[in-house]
């Protein structure tokens, strides 16, 4: 069986693919990575109904924000992210 990357290697040789990311093209000679159209991490599958190819940076640019919405939340959803704003010497009212 072709690994995910031969197969969109040979596809980006008969012709070059859009970029699952961007408008433009994806060439063999550009760096590029395969893609989870649906990411893995939102539970998306990893089969060929679920690739195409993308740009190495337009990729990671994607990867990188469904990442951070994902630490972000769990430091949301934690108790020490709670920060009591400060009293100052005014005492509980502020004036």
Do not use: F
């Not at 195409?52 to 769990?74: D, E, F, L, Q, Y």
Request: hydrophobic share 40%; net charge positive; charged share 20%.
């Amino acid at each position: 069986m072709m690994t995910a990357r031969a197969y969109w290697r040979a596809r980006l040789v008969a012709g070059p693919l859009k970029c699952a990311r961007c408008p433009r093209l994806v060439h063999p000679w550009q760096t590029w990575q395969v893609e989870h159209l649906v990411a893995r991490a939102l539970g998306g599958a990893s089969d060929r109904s679920n690739e195409w190819v993308s740009h190495a940076s337009c990729n990671a640019r994607h990867g990188g924000k469904i990442g951070a919405a994902r630490t972000n939340a769990r430091r949301a959803a934690s108790p020490s992210s709670v920060r009591l704003p400060p009293q100052g010497d005014r005492g509980i009212r502020g004036w």
